[in-house]
């Protein structure tokens, strides 16, 4: 059983950055790829970014591609999506979930999630 913990989260101004942590414990962390999705209020769990086990790999939704980057340190355990440019729409709960899979976009492939953390972004 993998548990995981984000961090990160809090409120910043267009434009602005944050670093997202996903800590995970209870398994073998370099054998699980990684993701992370968002829920803005009202909507659907997006996919935003993912990244295979030895981090060779890694996939990006359209609508971050180029501002939000996505890394992990298998000797901390940790995963991590570095966050530039923020817009507003970027508002949502992010949630890191564990795959034993393979990397993928599709959250039915994860077996493990967060509890997430909130990311607001002010106009």
């Known amino acids: 059983q993998v548990q995981l913990v984000e961090s990160g989260g809090g409120l910043v101004q267009a434009g602005g950055s944050l670093r997202l942590s996903c800590a995970a414990s209870g398994g073998t962390f370099s054998r699980y790829a990684m993701g992370w999705f968002r829920q803005a209020p009202g909507k659907e769990r997006e996919f935003v970014a993912a990244i295979s086990w030895t981090g060779g790999t890694t996939y990006y939704a359209d609508s971050v591609k180029g501002r939000f980057t996505i890394s992990r340190d298998n000797a901390k355990n940790t995963v991590y999506l570095q966050m530039n440019s923020l817009k507003p729409e970027d508002t949502a709960v992010y949630y890191c979930?564990?795959?034993?899979?393979?990397?993928?976009?599709?959250?039915?492939?994860?077996?493990?999630w967060g509890q997430g953390t909130q990311v607001t972004v002010s106009s």
């Open positions: 979930a564990a795959s034993r899979d393979g990397v993928s976009r599709v959250g039915a492939r994860y077996n493990y």
